[in-house]
Structure formats: C-alpha cells, structure tokens
T-cell receptor, first 115, second 115 residues
Framework: DTGVSQDPRHKITKRGQNVTFRCDPI?????LYWYRQTLGQGPEFLTY????????KSRLLSDRFSAERPKGSFSTLEIQRTEQGDSAMYLC?????????????FGPGTRLTVT | AQKVTQAQTEISVVEKEDVTLDCVYE???????LFWYKQPPSGELVFLIR??????QNEISGRYSWNFQKSTSSFNFTITASQVVDSAVYFC????????????FGTGTRLTIIP
C-alpha cells in the first residue's frame, strides 16, 4: 500500500506565473484534503473533496486558487498569478470515511517558492 | 470556532530524559477528535494518535503516552526515555466529529533531543 504522493516536491516560480500541483491519495481513500503550511506554523486547511465533489473551501482560498478531483482519484491545485505570499508548503492528505476511521495520511508536500 | 494552542515553541532535553508536550484546545463542539502528528526534518506529517471526546482514558504506546483531560481542555503528550530520533516538530490538532473532519492545527513544538 503506497502512501500519499505529491508532485513536484519543489517548485520555484516567478511572481505572476501559474503553477499546478498534483496529489495522488492512498487508493480507495474517498476523502482528500489540501492544507498550506508556512514557516513556523501549523498546516492550515484550504479545501476538501469527498470523491469528486469539492465540499468545502477555506476563506484562505482566494479566487486565484482552484482545485479539482475529476474522477475522485488524484487531485490538482492550481495557483494563478502567483504572489510572494503564496510561498509555502502545500500538503495533501487523504482519509477513508468508513466506520470510526478518520485518520488523515499526509503526503510529503510541495514546497513553493515565489521569487 | 476551534483553536489549538501549543505554548511551548521549542524544547531541548538530553537523551533519555522524559519530556511532556502541552496542548490546550478550544471548541464549542461537544463531539470532536484530538490528534498528535510528528513532522521530522524530512517534512512529512506522521500520524501518532487520535482520541475522541468521549474517551478520556489515557493511552500508552511504547515510550509514548497521552493524557486527555476535558476539564482543562488539554491533551498532553509525554515521551519517556527520549531518543535522538524523537527530534521533530510535534503538532496537536482538533477536528469536529461528524463533519468533514478538517484538522485545526496548533503552531507546533520543536523538540530537540541532545545526545
């Protein structure tokens, strides 16, 4: 059973460019979450999918951010017109909604640096 | 609103000493989960424990133990006979039970074990 994977692991981009990150959850996990972690802080919730439906978005997710999970498997997070304030670690997590099991398993993250 | 406070920003102890990491939470929900995650230097968040609000029994897993007290809204984590491999940032987190289970994290405690 492979864990959650994220690609790329690191991304350096210039301000104003668009970037897209991918997350592959643990197979059969029906819930997928995106979080953002800045230096010295805990992860903050961005958005969440149950299967292919995006059920909640944080107010942190501005109009420049969009996330998809087209077939209920992998997910993408796109940031348009990046700003220096977008520099952070973007974490993906997945979980299986079944019975009493709610643990979220995290991927290694994508570290974004906007110059 | 939910909030998790980890007042200890950094702790250093000498190897083999015991160390307790504090976590205080706030929530208006009557049913919730509490979690601890470990983030080693590699960056990937590792799940350690989940405790639901109905279960105040303390738990021990090897050198790790957790003390949950609803009366003081605390969920503290103790490492006994610390080892260098325990060096990491530790996060306490909270989620509402029955919703989307998004995690609200504290700011983390950086633990350094000195050989």
């Amino acid at each position: 059973d492979t864990g959650v994977s994220q690609d790329p692991r690191h991304k350096i981009t210039k301000r104003g460019q668009n970037v897209t990150f991918r997350c592959d959850p643990i197979s059969e996990h029906n819930r997928l979450y995106w979080y953002r972690q800045t230096l010295g802080q805990g992860p903050e919730f961005l958005t969440y999918f149950q299967n292919e439906a995006q059920l909640e978005k944080s107010r942190l997710l501005s109009d420049r951010f969009s996330a998809e999970r087209p077939k209920g498997s992998f997910s993408t997070l796109e940031i348009q017109r990046t700003e220096q304030g977008d520099s952070a670690m973007y974490l993906c997590a997945s979980s299986l909604l079944a019975g009493d099991s709610y643990e979220q398993y995290f991927g290694p993250g994508t570290r974004l640096t906007v110059t | 609103a939910q909030k998790v406070t980890q007042a200890q920003t950094e702790i250093s102890v000498v190897e083999k000493e015991d160390v307790t990491l504090d976590c205080v939470y706030e929530t208006r929900d009557t049913t919730y989960y509490l979690f601890w995650y470990k983030q080693p230097p590699s960056g990937e968040l590792v799940f350690l424990i989940r405790r639901n609000s109905f279960d105040e029994q303390n738990e021990i897993s090897g050198r790790y133990s957790w003390n949950f007290q609803k009366s003081t809204s605390s969920f503290n984590f103790t490492i006994t006979a610390s080892q260098v491999v325990d060096s990491a940032v530790y996060f306490c987190a909270l989620s509402f039970l029955g919703g989307n289970e998004k995690l609200t994290f504290g700011t983390g405690t950086r633990l350094t074990i000195i050989p």
